[in-house]
């Protein structure tokens, strides 16, 4: 990162004034590595490692369950630009009364690519013109020579090097204030908006942008393991529903007898903004009591513009779209969710053939088959990292604090909040539940705990004249704190047609919140029982319609004492024993329970 900047300060009368701006020129080189090599996976066993490459009990040779591989154009050299001006006054009013004023803007300019080698993907267009490379736009200094393919192809070229478009309205005001009305008494409060720079953040979903990079998937491979020959991706296949006697597959109409491993990538919508948080508190300081001081406060934080990566190809229900075209399905395309195979023929079927309480993907046309871009993984391909996420936090913060005196000194603090959001962590890959309804995850926020106490303390014993009995010291810190909320999913019976990640059953007719978790009895009692399971109910089909973050794990108790000892040998050395008792009541803590309800 090279930076320039310049700040100038100066006085006059009760006003201190500030300005200044800065430059940034980053560079951002790298070579994603990351499985070039492929990852082996061997589920179950050690035992299944071992006898890779033998035959097992039917005379097949055992393979490995699961492969992953990465290759394509990997080397990267990501360069953009942050612009920064600001301009700030601290004004004391009065001896008592100071206010703070300021206000900035800043520009954080997307990266592009010192070679061009960057692309997005609106799988809208795609999906209009029924053909993936119509969702494509490159970058204007995009280079078709430099990869294999691109001269067989019509290149559409984006107005930017960044193919995104910055933004240049991040105006973000300040204002803070602190008066003292008494000696003993300080009341400060404030308001500010931040902007934040994510486009650093997500440099690896633009190296894995398709169709520069391929991350090829193999599972369960029965009888033989091999890495897949589709390396070359442009010009992008033509993609058709081909059949084994009678069951459909993603195929290719230069060869329709071989299933394809479909697609997996990550994009950078062309439509990103700047997130911005705005954040506010008012707090009050009273010394009550020579060395007591007393806190009370209030901190409120909204953030808007924030991101959320979700799959923007979700599988589509065919009782919703009536009918997809389809090459290489009889009639031209798919009408019913399910299928049968009679005779070693496709059948479509209006109802399930099969138990689905068994296993829905005995009769289920694949969701890869029912994307509105065809040739995508059902999962993750197209995982696309939208600003269209929010959060707020609001919290009562109480504080006593004693300063060290009369041999001892403690510091007690609670804080009661609330925060809420649609997506906690940016660096799960993926949103909850249906893809298509990112609001339906509003709820309290992956990490919320709506109580937390914390005490510590220090207490010098009162000094005897025995070197035994002098020097001691007792001290402590005990934490009392709410357990996280989770989620309870159904991966395996709920909102089946769509193999979206982690969806959610249905609430049991009658049931309520308080009923999905059992009571009576200490925690440690219910670890095997945590949830109850008669107050759910598959949703099968359809998304189930269970909030997020409903349940609340167990909640964590602990103490720790220290005691020590100082004896002194000389004026410069001394002699210290030291016990500590880390949750000295020996209390379990438990992270939450499994949440997988069809596990």
């Given at each position: 990162?090279?930076?320039?900047?310049?700040?100038?300060?100066?006085?006059?009368?009760?006003?201190?004034?500030?300005?200044?701006?800065?430059?940034?020129?980053?560079?951002?080189?790298g070579n994603l590595q990351e499985t070039q090599n492929g990852e082996f996976r061997i589920d179950n066993s050690w035992k299944n490692f071992l006898e890779v490459g033998k035959p097992d009990d039917k005379g097949r040779t055992r393979q490995f369950d699961d492969i992953s591989l990465n290759y394509g154009e990997t080397i990267r050299g990501y360069r953009f630009n942050?612009?920064?001006?600001?301009?700030?006054?601290?004004?004391?009013?009065?001896?008592?009364?100071?206010?703070?004023?300021?206000?900035?803007?800043?520009?954080?300019?997307?990266?592009?690519?010192?070679?061009?080698?960057?692309?997005?993907?609106?799988?809208?267009?795609?999906?209009?013109?029924?053909?993936?490379?119509?969702?494509?736009?490159?970058?204007?200094n995009f280079d078709p020579n430099c990869c294999e393919g691109f001269d067989e192809v019509t290149v559409r070229y984006s107005d930017t090097k960044s193919t995104l478009t910055n933004d240049y309205n991040n105006i973000a005001p300040r204002l803070g204030i602190a008066w003292s009305p008494t000696d003993r008494l300080v009341i400060r409060g404030g308001y500010g908006?931040?902007?934040?720079?994510?486009?650093?953040?997500?440099?690896?979903?633009?190296?894995?942008?398709?169709?520069?990079?391929?991350?090829?998937?193999?599972?369960?491979?029965?009888?033989?393991?091999?890495?897949?020959?589709?390396?070359?991706?442009?010009?992008?296949?033509?993609?058709?529903?081909?059949?084994?006697?009678?069951?459909?597959?993603?195929?290719?109409?230069?060869?329709?007898?071989?299933?394809?491993?479909?697609?997996?990538?990550?994009?950078?919508?062309?439509?990103?903004?700047?997130?911005?948080?705005?954040?506010?508190?008012?707090?009050?300081?009273?010394?009550?009591?020579?060395?007591?001081?007393?806190?009370?406060?209030?901190?409120?934080?909204?953030?808007?513009?924030?991101?959320?990566?979700?799959?923007?190809?979700?599988?589509?229900?065919?009782?919703?779209?009536?009918?997809?075209?389809?090459?290489?399905?009889?009639?031209?395309?798919?009408?019913?969710?399910?299928?049968?195979?009679?005779?070693?023929?496709?059948?479509?079927?209006?109802?399930?053939?099969?138990?689905?309480?068994?296993?829905?993907?005995?009769?289920?046309?694949?969701?890869?088959?029912?994307?509105?871009?065809?040739?995508?993984?059902?999962?993750?391909?197209?995982?696309?990292?939208?600003?269209?996420?929010?959060?707020?936090?609001?919290?009562?913060?109480?504080?006593?604090?004693?300063?060290?005196?009369?041999?001892?000194?403690?510091?007690?603090?609670?804080?009661?909040?609330?925060?809420?959001?649609?997506?906690?962590?940016?660096?799960?890959?993926?949103?909850?539940?249906?893809?298509?309804?990112?609001?339906?995850?509003?709820?309290?926020?992956?990490?919320?705990?709506?109580?937390?106490?914390?005490?510590?303390?220090?207490?010098?014993?009162?000094?005897?004249?025995?070197?035994?009995?002098?020097?001691?010291?007792?001290?402590?810190?005990?934490?009392?704190?709410?357990?996280?909320?989770?989620?309870?999913?159904?991966?395996?019976?709920?909102?089946?047609?769509?193999?979206?990640?982690?969806?959610?059953?249905?609430?049991?007719?009658?049931?309520?919140?308080?009923?999905?978790?059992?009571?009576?009895?200490?925690?440690?009692?219910?670890?095997?029982?945590?949830?109850?399971?008669?107050?759910?109910?598959?949703?099968?089909?359809?998304?189930g319609d269970l909030g997020r973050n409903v349940v609340y794990g167990p909640g964590q108790n602990r103490i720790d004492l220290v005691l020590t000892k100082i004896t002194m040998i000389t004026e410069q050395k001394s002699l210290e024993f030291r016990a500590e008792f880390f949750n000295a009541f020996n209390h379990p803590s438990f992270r939450n329970p499994e949440n997988?309800?069809?596990?």
């Open positions: 990162t090279y930076t320039f900047g310049d700040t100038m300060s100066f006085t006059r009368g009760s006003h201190s004034f500030k300005f200044g701006g800065e430059y940034r020129r980053n560079h951002l080189d942050d612009v920064s001006l600001f301009f700030a006054d601290d004004w004391k009013v009065s001896p008592k009364f100071t206010l703070n004023i300021g206000l900035r803007w800043e520009m954080f300019g997307h990266p592009y690519e010192s070679g061009g080698i960057l692309n997005n993907f609106d799988v809208h267009l795609a999906e209009e013109a029924g053909d993936i490379w119509e969702g494509l736009t490159f970058a204007s908006m931040f902007y934040e720079r994510t486009s650093g953040a997500f440099a690896n979903s633009l190296r894995q942008a398709f169709p520069f990079f391929r991350e090829a998937q193999l599972n369960d491979q029965g009888s033989w393991n091999a890495f897949p020959q589709d390396s070359a991706q442009v010009p992008v296949p033509d993609f058709i529903v081909g059949f084994d006697d009678g069951e459909p597959f993603l195929a290719t109409a230069a060869d329709p007898d071989t299933e394809y491993e479909a697609f997996e990538a990550q994009f950078i919508p062309p439509y990103v903004a700047t997130p911005y948080i705005q954040q506010w508190s008012l707090n009050v300081q009273w010394e009550f009591r020579r060395d007591l001081l007393l806190e009370v406060g209030y901190v409120g934080t909204k953030g808007t513009k924030l991101l959320q990566i979700l799959n923007d190809n979700q599988a589509l229900d065919m009782n919703a779209v009536g009918f997809l075209p389809r090459p290489g399905v009889p009639g031209g395309g798919f009408y019913t969710n399910y299928y049968d195979i009679v005779d070693d023929e496709f059948v479509p079927s209006e109802t399930p053939p099969c138990d689905v309480s068994d296993d829905p993907g005995d009769c289920v046309i694949p969701s890869e088959l029912r994307l509105p871009v065809m040739g995508f993984d059902e999962d993750e391909g197209v995982n696309s990292a939208f600003t269209n996420s929010n959060s707020t936090y609001n919290a009562l913060q109480l504080g006593l604090q004693k300063r060290f005196s009369s041999s001892y000194m403690f510091n007690i603090n609670y804080t009661y909040s609330r925060s809420i959001d649609t997506f906690s962590d940016e660096g799960k890959y993926q949103i909850e539940h249906d893809q298509t309804r990112p609001f339906l995850n509003r709820a309290v926020s992956d990490f919320h705990r709506p109580h937390r106490f914390i005490a510590s303390w220090v207490w010098d014993l009162p000094q005897k004249e025995h070197v035994l009995l002098r020097g001691w010291s007792f001290n402590g810190i005990l934490t009392l704190q709410s357990g996280r909320p989770f989620s309870i999913i159904d991966d395996d019976y709920s909102g089946y047609l769509y193999s979206s990640r982690n969806p959610r059953p249905n609430l049991a007719p009658g049931a309520t919140h308080d009923d999905l978790v059992t009571h009576g009895g200490s925690v440690s009692s219910r670890v095997d029982n945590y949830l109850n399971p008669d107050a759910l109910e598959h949703s099968w089909d359809k998304f997988d309800w069809s596990s």
